[in-house]
C-alpha cells in the first residue's frame, strides 16, 4: 500500500494513519510513511535490542523491524494473521514499525489534536505526542522519533557536532523556538547556547508562537524580541508549516527568518518549506547546521 498523500501546504491539516497493537489504537502522521507492507517473517539479528524484532529486505536495502507491542509492553497475537510493517522515513532513516492492523487514514486539524498532559507523558518520557478523537474514539499518536532514539541514541540530535565547536562568543540575537517535545526544545536552547546565543524564547507549539509574534508586534517590539524563528513541523494546534505562511503573509512580519527544523525534513517536504517562504530547513540530527544556518541568517558569520 502506498500513501502519496499530498495536502496543500500551510493549512494546518495533517493526514492520520490508524493502526491496531493488540487492542488498542494508534496514530502516525502519513507524512512520516513511505509504505505499508503485510507481514512477512523477519530474520533475527543477534544480541539485538529486545524491540528490534529482525530485519527484512524489501527491495535493495535492509530495513530495521520494530516491534511496537514490545515497546509499548503490550500482549503479541499467537498469529500474525492481517499484521503489517509500517515502512517509514523520518531523521534521514528507513524503519519498519510491526503492527495488529491497519485502519485506514483520516484527515485531521493540528487545532483537533490535544498535547498529552503529565499524567500521560511525565517528565517528557511518554511515547506520545498528541491525543485526537476520530469517529468518537480516542486515537493516541505516538512518538516515533523517541521509540526510535531509545534504541538507537545516534538518531536522535548529534550534540557531539556543537561540542566540537570552537570557543564562540556570547551573542544576545533574539531567538523565537517553536518546539513542542520538552526533551528537544530543552536540547535545541542547550545546543545554542553552547554556539553563544543566549536570548532565548521557547514555545510549545506553532499556536503559542504565532500569538507571542503578534503580542510583540502590537506592542512595537517585535523587531527587539525575534531575529530569527525556529520551528519544527509537527505540533499540536499549530503545525510549523502554517506557521510558516503565517510570518511571511505578514508584511510586518516577513523579514524575519523562519528555520525549519525537522525530523520530517526530506526532498518533499523541502519543496513545500521553500513554497511557503523558509529560509532554510533542515532535518533534526543536524544540530551542528542549524548553528550555522542561524549564523548565516542572522549575519553571525
Not at 4 to 10: K, T
Not at 64 to 69: C, E, K, N, P, V
Not at 115 to 140: W, Y
Not at 286 to 293: M, P
Amino acid at each position: 500500500m502506498e500513501t502519496g498523500i499530498l495536502l496543500e501546504s500551510g493549512t494546518n491539516e495533517l493526514e492520520i494513519l490508524e493502526f491496531r497493537v493488540a487492542n488498542n489504537y494508534y496514530g502516525i502522521n502519513v507524512a512520516k510513511i513511505r509504505e505499508i507492507i503485510s507481514f512477512q517473517t523477519p530474520t533475527p539479528v543477534p544480541n539485538a535490542d529486545p524491540r528490534i524484532e529482525g530485519i527484512f529486505m524489501p527491495r535493495d536495502e535492509i530495513i530495521s523491524i520494530i516491534d511496537l507491542a514490545e515497546c509499548l509492553h503490550l500482549p503479541k497475537p499467537e498469529t500474525p494473521t492481517g499484521d503489517m510493517y509500517i515502512v517509514t522515513n523520518f531523521n534521514k532513516l528507513n524503519t519498519a514499525f510491526h503492527v495488529n492492523g491497519v485502519l485506514g487514514i483520516h484527515r485531521v486539524s493540528w487545532s483537533d489534536i490535544v498535547k498529552p498532559d503529565s499524567t500521560v507523558n511525565t517528565g517528557g518520557e511518554g511515547m506520545a505526542t498528541g491525543i485526537v478523537r476520530i469517529d468518537g474514539k480516542l486515537i493516541i499518536i505516538l512518538d516515533f522519533e523517541k521509540i526510535v532514539a531509545d534504541i538507537n541514541p545516534e538518531t536522535g540530535l548529534r550534540m557531539s557536532d556543537v561540542e566540537r565547536m570552537p570557543h564562540r562568543t556570547r551573542n544576545e540575537t533574539p531567538i523565537l523556538i517553536a518546539e513542542d517535545s520538552q526533551l528537544l526544545s530543552k536540547m535545541i536552547v542547550n545546543c545554542l547556547e553552547q554556539a553563544g546565543y543566549t536570548n532565548l524564547t521557547t514555545t510549545a507549539n506553532g499556536k503559542e508562537c504565532w500569538d507571542k509574534l503578534q503580542e510583540y508586534n502590537a506592542s512595537g517590539e517585535l523587531d527587539s524580541k525575534v531575529a530569527c524563528i525556529i520551528t519544527d513541523i509537527e505540533m499540536p494546534q499549530m503545525d510549523g508549516h502554517r506557521l510558516t505562511k503565517l510570518v511571511k503573509e505578514n508584511g510586518d512580519m516577513n523579514h524575519i527568518p523562519v528555520v525549519i527544523f525537522s525530523s520530517l525534513v526530506n526532498q518533499e517536504m523541502k519543496i513545500k518549506g521553500e513554497q511557503l517562504g523558509a529560509d532554510a530547513q533542515l532535518s533534526k540530527p543536524e544540530i551542528g547546521q542549524l548553528v550555522a544556518a542561524i549564523d548565516k541568517l542572522v549575519g553571525n558569520e
